[in-house]
């Protein structure tokens, strides 16, 4: 694909989102990601977000709550007419070549525009029914509100991009959804360029006297954190002296000693917190999170940014975040802790296969996963098909 270059003409978007992309806290910080590269290519880029909409969703939820009722409304299309509308009239006022809607199913569904829209997602919505447990458990009314207002959606679209293979094959299967008009652009990490240049990028297979396995996770249970830490006592069975560094939302049950660091929650937004998560980023010689459920797994993309080859299982999006024997480690779902350990050894036997893995992770930041290529993509899809 053609990226745009310093001599193009810049296209004018409106980004649209659910939630302020200001903030550094929606979508794991894409949301925000996406922005900023967009905003260093138009200092006056304007938004659209849902504002008093989402909490009003966020409140008639925890209402519901109250009563013994867990339903997420904002997947309703009473809601999806509502955000439409909403967004339709904000819209109407604003200049621009495109729509760039990014998390945005249920307002781009009722949207009322005639400008092109770029439409950006991390999964389609049967994917993810399909894929995480509380959404199995959906009233089936409200599926099917949800997969009515993907599909209006994804029908809106001019342009759709994915981060993962796996996404853009819900999006052909399930919606017909012409492959033609479907890009997949792995995602990048959520740390600053910046920032990431004050760290060492490149991994050494310096293995003598502990392998150094990084766990980042808010999730315990759904991110397998007690398979890593049978990985880790397969490890040492092995004759590997290992340590394993935890970060994140660590049971109370699991504590440091025996080759275990807790390292706790870790706040991106607290400057000493950013510093710490880097530096165990640039000491690890792997990143490890098994995740059971996961679209895409934005870890992936910061662990890849430092050279630092991913340990998960292939589920979801993780084998486009993780590319098995090329950046990482990409296992089925059936395979055990001795299996990951088995893996592990081989690369810790073979040092420059392992050096490989970690300049081959880096390359790929480097090259595409990374968030000046999307500005640069978005701009070049935003703009009119007579000055491209």
């Not at 989402?54 to 999806?80: Q, T």
């Not at 001795?338 to 690369?347: I, N, P």
Request: net charge positive; charged share 25%.
């Amino acid at each position: 694909m053609k990226c745009a270059t310093a001599n193009d003409k810049t296209a004018k978007v409106v980004f649209l989102s659910p939630g302020d992309p200001r903030s550094l806290r929606q979508w794991s910080g894409t949301i925000n990601a996406i922005f900023v590269a967009l905003q260093k290519r138009d200092r006056n880029i304007r938004f659209i977000s849902g504002g008093i909409l989402e909490w009003m969703g966020r409140a008639a939820r925890k209402l519901l709550s109250l009563v013994g009722i867990d339903l997420e409304l904002r997947h309703s299309k009473p809601f999806g007419w509502l955000a439409g509308s909403w967004a339709s009239a904000r819209l109407w006022t604003l200049k621009a070549d495109a729509v760039v809607a990014v998390a945005a199913s249920n307002y781009v569904a009722f949207l009322k525009t005639r400008r092109p829209i770029i439409y950006i997602s991390d999964a389609t919505f049967a994917a993810i029914e399909r894929l995480y447990p509380e959404y199995k458990v959906l009233p089936a009314w409200l599926r099917r509100d949800g997969n009515d207002l993907e599909r209006r959606s994804l029908r809106r679209s001019s342009h759709v991009i994915y981060p993962s293979q796996w996404a853009r094959r819900s999006a052909v299967e399930d919606y017909g959804v012409d492959d033609r008009i479907i890009h997949v652009l792995p995602f990048g990490p959520n740390l600053s360029g910046e920032l990431l240049g004050k760290f060492r990028t490149v991994k050494t297979a310096d293995f003598a006297g502990s392998l150094r396995i990084l766990y980042v996770a808010v999730d315990w249970e759904r991110k397998n954190g007690d398979l890593v830490l049978g990985i880790g006592r397969a490890l040492r069975s092995a004759g590997l002296p290992c340590e394993l560094f935890l970060v994140g939302r660590i049971p109370a049950t699991v504590r440091s000693g025996n080759g275990i660091n807790v390292v706790g929650f870790l706040d991106k937004n607290d400057p000493a917190d950013l510093t710490r998560l880097c530096d165990l980023y640039e000491k690890a010689h792997f990143f490890i999170m098994p995740t059971t459920a996961d679209a895409y797994g934005i870890v992936f993309s910061e662990a890849q940014a430092f050279g630092c080859p991913s340990i998960t299982f292939d589920v979801g999006g993780t084998s486009t975040a993780v590319l098995d024997n090329e950046t990482g480690i990409v296992l089925p779902l059936t395979a055990t802790a001795e299996d990951f350990a088995r893996r592990v050894e081989l690369l810790v036997q073979d040092p420059s296969s392992y050096e490989t893995m970690s300049r081959n992770a880096r390359q790929r930041y480097e090259q595409s996963a990374n968030w000046e290529s999307w500005g640069e993509t978005i701009l070049q899809l935003a703009r009119p098909k007579a000055d491209r």
